[in-house]
């Protein structure tokens, strides 16, 4: 028995070390992908999110729901400029992963009107916009 508590505890012990992401600061603000930096940018409110796309434009609108301190949904409002690519009821499940300064790593599920299945977007990153970061 002793062996089997050794064990669990031995198990257990890296995890005292583990911290959760520092999600509160990514609540809002002005964020790029640090992989694709000319795409655009994206402004978060607590309960709206804004991407403008420099190439063409367009600006998708999302409501913003958060389901806990890493986890929010992105609920389609609306796209100005551009051909409509979603729909009402379009929805984005976001969990921020990590965080690292003033980036954080994301991984997201794309659900399309009421499929409740959905489909996972390859994971990303998004960091703080500074003037420095262009």
């Known amino acids: ?19 959760a992401p520092h999600c509160e600061k990514f609540k809002s ?6 992989q694709m930096p000319d795409l655009g940018y994206t402004v978060r409110e607590d309960k709206r999110q804004q991407t403008f796309y420099s190439e063409n434009n367009v600006v998708v609108t999302w409501k913003v729901k958060w389901t806990n301190v890493c986890n929010f949904d992105l609920l389609f409002d609306r796209e100005e400029n551009g051909d409509v690519i979603f729909d009402k009821g379009d929805r984005i499940s976001v969990t921020i992963t990590a965080t690292d300064g003033e980036c954080y790593a994301f991984k997201s599920i794309f659900y399309k009107g009421g499929d409740m299945a959905g489909r996972e977007i390859p994971p990303g990153q998004m960091c703080r916009k500074t003037e420095e970061a262009k």
Request: with cysteine; aromatic share 16%; proline share 8%.
């Open 29 to 34: 603000g002005k964020f790029y992908y640090p």
């Open 1 to 19: 028995m002793n062996i089997l508590r050794a064990l669990l505890l031995a198990s257990l012990a890296p995890c005292a070390y583990c911290q």
